[in-house]
């Protein structure tokens, strides 16, 4: 059985940072696209950021340019969403998730195909 699965979220004050992560069970995440997704209550999913399969190309959603930083460990089977300078309307459930080969809208949800079950990441005093 193919799934992923996130971990790193939690409680962080504003301007605080978190690093979020996110692995694969069942299979390798060398050849996927991997995308990170918000939601928050009432709101509908989001895309924040997306990293080709070897790394070489990256996207961020606007609102978190220059305070993002998502990468890859493809040896430790690993991607990273680098959370800086926090805000409360960064509060919800980050999921991430995996298309193999290249996805062009990568911060489209209806581009992948994997996803893991999200972990809560709330920015509040």
């Known amino acids: 059985q193919l799934y992923l699965v996130e971990s790193g979220g939690g409680l962080v004050h504003p301007g605080g940072s978190m690093r979020l992560s996110c692995t694969a069970s069942?299979?390798?995440?060398?050849?996927?696209?991997v995308g990170w997704f918000r939601q928050a209550p009432g709101q509908e999913r989001e895309g924040v950021s997306d990293?080709?399969?070897?790394?070489?190309?990256?996207n961020y959603r606007y609102s978190v340019k220059g305070r993002f930083t998502i990468s890859r460990d493809n040896a430790k089977n690993m991607v990273y969403l680098q959370m800086n300078n926090l805000k409360p309307e960064d509060t919800a459930v980050y999921y991430c998730?995996?298309?193999?080969?290249?996805?062009?809208?990568?911060?489209?949800?209806?581009?992948?195909?994997?996803w893991g079950q999200g972990t809560q990441v709330t920015v509040s005093s």
């Open positions: 998730a995996a298309q193999p080969g290249t996805v062009v809208t990568g911060l489209t949800a209806l581009s992948y195909n994997l």
């Open positions: 069942g299979f390798t995440l060398d050849y996927y696209h």
């Open positions: 990293i080709s399969s070897d790394g070489s190309d990256t």
